[in-house]
């Protein structure tokens, strides 16, 4: 029991401080953890997923990986077969030579989120089929929701036609800017893959990802 003026006032002084405390505690923990909560909680949600047939030959779902409030999502067609070991996007031959060519272009690992059409690889690495990426798309969508990125890199026929709804070839559509629904930009380039086995693609893959660096200054300096 408090006994004198003294110690009430000092009392409620303190808390005072703790409510003030737990305020900004509760404050700073929204603000910073709601993207990377929401897609914790969507890999969880789907990581046991079998609504295409892929799930019987997947090592591992490949959620995605990256900062979840980046400006930049990039997007691939399918896990390949270190991705479906690993259970990471890009980190294979294909995915080397892409963080290669962001960190030459000096694009920071902190702008960008990397995920794909389909959560699951297809036998071989075939192309995907139209029913698998009606099955994994929503999940794209869901992460593309929350991350609320202002660019997003396409790579590759698969993840550029599905994004937009198109049937025309990567070779015309690459290096092009596109205007989504609420404001975000599309910008179409090669798979890394394919500038493996096409080596004269390299500099046109590298010229578009200039083109994405360009727009993520461009974004940069209208923030302010």
């Known amino acids: 029991m408090i006994n004198n003026q003294r110690e009430k ?31 914790h909680k969507l890999q969880e949600e789907i990581k046991n997923c079998q609504k295409c047939p892929l799930y019987r030959t997947r090592t591992n779902l490949v959620f995605g990986e990256g900062n979840p409030d980046a400006i930049l999502i990039i997007v691939g067609e399918a896990p390949g077969k270190d991705e479906d ?6 980190v294979g ?13 000096e694009i920071p690992e902190d702008k960008f989120y990397i995920a794909n059409i389909l959560k699951c690889r297809p036998p071989g690495n075939r192309d995907p089929k139209p029913e698998e990426i009606a099955c994994c798309l929503p999940y794209l969508k869901r ?22 709804n198109t049937t025309r070839g990567i070779t015309y559509l690459r290096g092009q ?9 599309l910008i ?19 010229a578009d990802l200039k083109k994405v660096k360009q727009e993520l ?4 300096s209208t923030s302010y």
């Open 217 to 220: 200054e461009r974004l940069s």
């Open 85 to 90: 070991l690993q259970g990471r996007p890009f």
């Open 188 to 206: 179409p380039t090669y798979h890394p893959a394919a500038c493996i086995y096409r080596p004269p693609w390299r500099k046109q893959f590298m």
């Open 143 to 164: 992460q593309i929701q929350i991350i609320q990125p202002k660019i997003i890199c396409s790579l590759g026929k698969f993840s550029t036609q599905t994004l937009l």
């Open 9 to 39: 006032d000092l009392y409620i002084e303190y808390l005072k401080i703790v409510k003030s405390f737990k305020q900004y505690l509760k404050k700073k923990e929204g603000s910073f953890s709601d993207s990377a909560f929401l897609l």
């Open 93 to 105: 031959a294909a995915g080397k030579l892409l963080r290669e060519s962001l960190r030459y272009l």
């Open 177 to 185: 800017k596109f205007t989504l629904p609420h404001g975000k930009i």
